[in-house]
Structure formats: structure tokens, C-alpha cells
């Protein structure tokens, strides 16, 4: 009698429309009964170590966008952790109690260090807009929606990509379909649009990488 394979530990670290979609598939979605969310790091976004300015915060968003991660990972019995990740407490953390076996960056606002993304034994990864316009991708940063709109780019794609010491330059691992981008649209609106498809992106990738 052949017994299951043990369930894979997930961390996510998202806030906004994309960390919500991506948390809803690894909670409700298919995998759920393949993966376990050990850990949710989001954005506080009153914080100082959140880059507000050049991050989505600094566009027009409800209290509810801002806390949308936070209340679904507490509706599931996950409690949040909204400080700085580049920390002992949170290393402490990370190691002795998430121990995930992967990661997800999903709309987060601090960098990641090497303690954190060398952790993860099947990867630390990232979910990054842009075009495909070779890898690493010309809108790399902060705010890739706001450049892919200032360069009248009519569709974008979703990359995953593993996480290095770079901004968003680590090894490509897949790019989604294009979603395109309609007239007079905002980078939240972008935000909207392109969150569930890429959390089922995400999932989809994901799955092929599960025991």
C-alpha cells in the first residue's frame, strides 16, 4: 500500500491583487490538497520599509487592497507577518518554523536577501510583468506596469523567475500567455486584470515541480 507524498511547504511574500489571487490558489485552488502555505509575509503598508513611492501603493487603492492578503491568510488560520524580512527575528522565523520548500514573491515591497532565497530546497521565485523581449527583461523593477504603459505596449506577459542578489534578473522559468492591455488603462487596472491569470500561471507551473 502506497502511502502519499508528504505535502510541499509554500511561503508566499505578496500583498495587493496579485499576492491575493496567488494565496487563493494555494489555499483553494487544485494544489491545496498538494502544498502547504507554512507562511505569508505582506506589506505594511503605513511601514517605512515599504518602498511606497515607487511601488503600486503610491497609486489611488482602498483599505481593503491593502489588507486583501492579510485578511485571507487570517480567515485560514495563517498569521501574517507585516515586518522587515531582513532581520534575526524573521530568520528565526523562516527557518525554525516556516521551513518552506518554496517560495513565492507575489506584489511584494522589500528585496529578498541570499539567507532567504538559498533557504527554499525547490526555489525561490518571483511573479514579474514585462514583454517577451529576452530574459533578463527590460522592465525589470519596481513598477514594470508604469514603464510597459509609458512604452505603449499593448499587451503584457507574466514571468516567473527564480530570485538572485539582481533585480528581477534571476533565471527564467516560464512566461505566461499574453493578456492584453485595453485603452486607457492604469497600472492598477493592470493589477486587476493580470492577477488571476497569473496566479494560475503560477499554479500551473507549480504543479509540475510537485512530487
Same mark, same amino acid.
Given at each position: 500500500?502506497?502511502? %502519499?507524498?508528504? +505535502?510541499?511547504? =509554500?511561503?508566499?511574500?505578496?500583498?495587493?491583487?496579485?499576492?491575493?489571487?496567488? *494565496?487563493?490558489? !494555494? %489555499?483553494?485552488?487544485? !494544489?491545496?490538497?498538494? &502544498?502547504?502555505?507554512?507562511? &505569508? /509575509?505582506?506589506?505594511?503598508?503605513?511601514?517605512?520599509?515599504?518602498?511606497?513611492?515607487?511601488? =503600486?501603493?503610491?497609486?489611488?487603492?482602498?483599505?481593503?487592497?491593502?489588507?486583501?492578503?492579510?485578511?485571507?491568510? *487570517?480567515?485560514?488560520?495563517?498569521?501574517?507577518?507585516?515586518?522587515?524580512? @531582513?532581520?534575526?527575528?524573521?530568520?528565526?522565523? $523562516? #527557518?525554525?518554523?516556516?521551513?518552506?520548500? *518554496?517560495?513565492?514573491?507575489?506584489?511584494?515591497?522589500?528585496?529578498? #536577501?541570499?539567507? +532567504?532565497?538559498?533557504?527554499?530546497?525547490?526555489?525561490?521565485?518571483? %511573479?514579474?510583468?514585462?514583454?517577451?523581449?529576452?530574459?533578463?527583461?527590460?522592465?525589470?523593477?519596481?513598477?514594470?506596469?508604469?514603464? !510597459?504603459?509609458?512604452?505603449?505596449?499593448?499587451? =503584457?506577459?507574466?514571468?516567473?523567475?527564480?530570485?538572485?542578489?539582481?533585480?528581477?534578473?534571476?533565471?527564467? +522559468?516560464?512566461?505566461?500567455?499574453?493578456?492584453?492591455?485595453? $485603452?486607457? /488603462?492604469?497600472? &492598477?487596472?493592470?493589477?486587476?486584470?493580470?492577477?488571476?491569470?497569473?496566479? @494560475?500561471?503560477? /499554479?500551473?507551473? +507549480?504543479? @509540475?515541480? %510537485?512530487?
Amino acid at each position: 500500500m502506497s502511502s %502519499l507524498p508528504p +505535502l510541499v511547504r =509554500v511561503a508566499l511574500f505578496g500583498s495587493f491583487h496579485r499576492g491575493f489571487h496567488v *494565496l487563493s490558489e !494555494l %489555499l483553494k485552488g487544485p !494544489l491545496a490538497q498538494r &502544498v502547504r502555505v507554512v507562511g &505569508v /509575509a505582506t506589506d505594511d503598508v503605513d511601514s517605512d520599509h515599504v518602498s511606497r513611492g515607487r511601488r =503600486v501603493w503610491a497609486y489611488p487603492h482602498s483599505l481593503a487592497e491593502e489588507t486583501m492578503v492579510e485578511q485571507l491568510a *487570517l480567515s485560514h488560520g495563517i498569521v501574517p507577518y507585516k515586518g522587515r524580512v @531582513k532581520t534575526d527575528e524573521f530568520y528565526h522565523l $523562516y #527557518d525554525r518554523q516556516w521551513k518552506p520548500d *518554496l517560495c513565492i514573491t507575489a506584489t511584494f515591497g522589500q528585496r529578498i #536577501d541570499a539567507r +532567504l532565497f538559498n533557504w527554499p530546497r525547490l526555489g525561490f521565485y518571483n %511573479l514579474h510583468p514585462c514583454i517577451d523581449d529576452g530574459w533578463p527583461s527590460h522592465y525589470a523593477g519596481p513598477n514594470p506596469f508604469q514603464a !510597459l504603459l509609458d512604452n505603449g505596449s499593448d499587451h =503584457v506577459v507574466i514571468a516567473m523567475h527564480q530570485i538572485d542578489e539582481g533585480f528581477d534578473t534571476g533565471p527564467l +522559468l516560464a512566461l505566461s500567455e499574453k493578456i492584453y492591455v485595453p $485603452y486607457g /488603462a492604469t497600472v &492598477v487596472d493592470l493589477h486587476k486584470l493580470t492577477s488571476p491569470l497569473a496566479a @494560475k500561471f503560477f /499554479a500551473r507551473e +507549480l504543479a @509540475k515541480m %510537485l512530487p
